[in-house]
């Protein structure tokens, strides 16, 4: 059964970058397609961005494009997602999920973004 | 993008009765091998949502059976044949028919 770990939670400064971390178990990530999705507190699901299999590559949301960068470790089996240029707005738990149909997701991680 | 609407927002619900959620598309979610790319999510409180419907009608494993998902092409329905306590939290659409993913704004689901 694949499983999906993130790393902690962050504070970051206004300015500055982000990476979270999602280590899969259970399966290989050459086998997966990782995709993201954040939450700002109190609001609903917003998708940042995925690997697209027919691509062949990271597809980002128009909103991220720019600031948004999604890497693979496959000898650790651990994803990466990389945002830049954070601002308050970026304030939010960062939720890694599995392939198209967004299953299983990890734990999620807060990253806060405070002068 | 796709928009993604749901109703109703909120949806108080007595244990045991029935619920049904709506969600509508701005495009058509049925592909050109007949597959609506249309999931359901439920977002219980202080945990990651987890998928309970896939392509529009198809249970996720280990989804109980008193949830249903139907529809086709803007239009589909969630629904639940006997609210259980355990049911209560957010229930969002989403489709993934276009690669930029879109989720509707989430039906909060209390119990009465």
Redesign the interface.
Known sequence: QVQLVQSGAEVKKPGASVTVSCKVSGYTLTALSMHWVRQAPGKGLEWMGGFDPAEGEAIYAQKFQGRLTMTDDTSTDTAYMELTSLTSEDTAVYYCAIDRWLDPWGQGTLVTVSS | ?IVMTQSPLSLPVTPGEPASISCRSSQSLLDSNGYN?L?W?L?KPGK????LI??GSNR?SGVPDRFSGSGSGTDFTLKISRVEAEDVG?Y?C?Q?LQ????????TKVDIK
């Open positions: 993008d790319f999931y999510y977002q990651s949502p987890q998928l896939f392509l996720a957010i969002y989403m993934a690669t930029s993913f879109t989720f509707g704004p989430g």
